[in-house]
């Protein structure tokens, strides 16, 4: 069997079986040491703008100068998924 396919029974709608998405590679970038400080930095910025864990629907994120500003999450998030 080949190394990223899916194991499983699972087959409800966007189940990793039914749609054949291998999150593997995802979740061993997201440990790397750069990922967890980019993470590390966004939390700090909200828990100082006090947006952290209020449900208020804000975000913290990046320009592309670098700065941090507040933005909608949903805006921010949709921004930055991959394209298809």
């Given at each position: 069997m080949p190394k990223n396919t899916i194991k499983?029974?699972?087959t409800r709608p966007k189940?990793?079986?039914a749609t054949g998405r291998d999150y593997s590679y995802d979740k061993e970038y997201q440990k790397t040491p750069a990922r967890k400080?980019?993470?590390a930095e966004?939390?700090?910025a909200n828990r100082k703008a006090k947006?952290?864990?209020n449900k208020d629907g804000m975000d913290m994120s990046?320009?592309?100068s670098g700065k941090l500003v507040k933005e909608k999450q949903?805006?921010?998030r949709?921004?930055?998924?991959?394209k298809k």
């Open positions: 499983g029974k699972n189940s990793n079986k400080k980019y993470r966004l939390n700090k947006t952290y864990g990046h320009t592309k949903s805006n921010n949709a921004r930055n998924r991959g």
